[in-house]
């Protein structure tokens, strides 16, 4: 009976579709497209016909991205380099022109005013690093700024004649601020590029005597993670910031389990990969990787 329904409804499509008078019995239908709408070429393609899709490689004509801030955190801020220009101290800086020779005069006239806080051939560590809209600034050896001392603004006397105490102090004027200016928004740019630019007055080229023998000296797992740039249970904070470098976020906590406080070190920022060490005191208890 089915079979016999089935054939009566076709053939009443069949006459529905050759008859004139009952097309408009027929269901609307959506136009389909014909060749006539698309390009009669396709060497000139329409700009808005295609698109480009996935994650995009590092351009030089765009600005910082945050993976790029992140690895020169990691790969940068820390790092050991070789003066190759002696570098005055104080807390305005010296400015650096992004990929332009060094400016000697100036470097003359700071020095003569400032004084050189680091000279030539001295070995220094660049130990923060601020990204701001059109510079980057690099504190050497702790930065320039001078340290406030009570006693340097004491005086001492009999009666009414008084005499100053010298104000000089050793642990003064050892460290210096360098300001690289890119004159426009900051480029995306990474670690080698930034110690390019660097190069003028600091060398990161040469070995780290220092350094490479103190990683000698530690367990052969904790070098190997080291050079890896991993972290592992039981590495202290300067083994940490060898292998990862300084972290930009730190929060600090107590754990529920044990009572104890706690500080997480977090690399990189969701979605992107992201570590979390977390300290107990100066020794890592925990590493987790988030992809």
Known sequence: ??????????ALLAFCADTPDLAHFRMPMLAAPTF?????????PSPE?????????????????????????RFVDGEFA???????????????????????????TMLT???????QGDTVQITKIEFRTKDIVFQINGGGKRKFHLRDHLSG??????????VSDPNNGKGSTLILDFGKSLPDIGPD???QYLSVVLDFSKERSAAVNWVDTLPPQFKQAIEDHEA???????????????????????????????EDWIYGNPPAKTVFVTFSGDKVIRVKEYD
């Open 1 to 10: 009976m089915y079979f016999r329904t089935t054939l009566v409804i076709a």
């Open 36 to 44: 006539d709408s698309f390009p009669s070429s396709v060497s000139n």
């Open 49 to 73: 016909v295609f698109m480009t899709v996935g994650p995009q490689g590092r351009s030089s004509g765009g600005t910082l991205q945050e993976g790029s801030r992140l690895a020169i955190i």
């Open 82 to 108: 070789k003066v190759i220009q002696p570098l005055p101290g104080g807390r305005k800086g010296f400015k650096l022109d992004a990929g332009k020779p060094l400016d000697v005069k100036g470097l003359r």
């Open 113 to 119: 005013e400032q004084g050189a806080a680091v000279n």
């Open 157 to 166: 006397g009999v009666g009414t004649m008084s005499t100053p105490q010298p």
């Open 193 to 195: 590029d930034l110690k």
């Open 232 to 262: 592992l249970v039981g590495m202290d904070q300067e083994m940490v910031i060898a292998a990862l470098g300084r972290a930009e976020h730190k929060v600090r906590q107590r754990d529920p389990s044990t009572g104890d406080d706690t």
